[in-house]
């Protein structure tokens, strides 16, 4: 199973607004809505920040939310603030409980 | 509150096996799975399997078959990952991750801490 597409890193200054993207197949993100999204900060473990591809669990900011559209998910933080710079993972179900990560995409806060 | 913790950090030499432990708590441990992730230095998450906690049944990703050994202890409520054969590019941290949703591994929450294992020569 290869890894989903992600940009490798994004930037923006704070208060603004930015989108990573993620990019699969119909076998993967295009054949269910099963797209979840990550948070790591460096030294830390990962922090769901989205599931479902648009559902945030409670305490995950507002300013925080997923789309998708055929192949391709996306994330969109709003509202850019400096403790969102982090690095930030998409993941995808692919059949019979097998996930595949995106390749991580590094957020910069400038 | 639902966490999982890991063991501690280990050194290793190569050729040698590690076991990691992930304790969880706060939940029916056999109602939901768990996910093992692999993240080498300065690198991506990388999903290694999961295994079913009501079964003991474990689904391993291509490239994690053979040497990676997925396990359970029910009476404690904890899983297990051991590697055998270890080997320089096994260092690496490795998570353990509760499948977020009962009915499918749709996503991963909570996380446990992380468990660095390193492999000298």
């Known amino acids: 199973q290869s890894a989903l597409t992600q940009p490798a890193s994004v930037s923006g200054s704070p208060g603004q607004s930015i989108t990573i993207s993620c990019t699969g197949t119909?076998?993967?993100?295009?054949?269910?809505?099963?797209v979840s999204w990550y948070q790591q900060h460096p030294g830390k473990a990962p922090k769901l920040m989205i599931y479902?591809?648009?559902n945030r669990p409670s305490g995950v900011s507002d300013r925080f939310s997923g789309s998708q559209s055929g192949n391709m998910a996306s994330l969109t933080i709003s509202g850019l603030q400096p403790e969102d710079e982090a690095d930030y993972y998409c993941t995808s179900y692919v059949r019979n409980s097998i996930l595949v990560f995106g390749g991580g995409t590094r957020l910069t806060v400038l | 509150q639902v966490q999982l913790v890991q063991s501690g950090s280990e050194l290793k030499k190569s050729g040698a096996s590690v076991k990691i432990s992930c304790k969880a708590s706060?939940?029916?441990?056999?109602?939901?799975?768990v996910n093992w992730v692999r993240q080498a230095p300065g690198q991506g998450l990388e999903w290694m399997g999961r295994?079913?906690?009501?079964?003991?049944?474990?689904t391993y990703a291509q490239g994690f078959t053979g040497r990676f050994v997925f396990s359970l202890d029910t009476s404690v409520g904890a899983a297990y990952l051991q590697i055998t054969s270890l080997r320089a590019e096994d260092t690496a941290v490795y998570y353990c991750g509760r499948v977020g949703y009962a009915s499918g591994n749709r996503w991963i929450d909570p996380w446990g801490q992380g468990t660095l294992i390193t492999v000298s020569s």
């Open positions: 479902d591809v648009v």
């Open positions: 295994i079913n906690t009501n079964t003991g049944i474990p």
């Open positions: 119909n076998g993967d993100i295009g054949g269910y809505s099963y």
């Open positions: 706060g939940y029916s441990f056999t109602s939901y799975g």
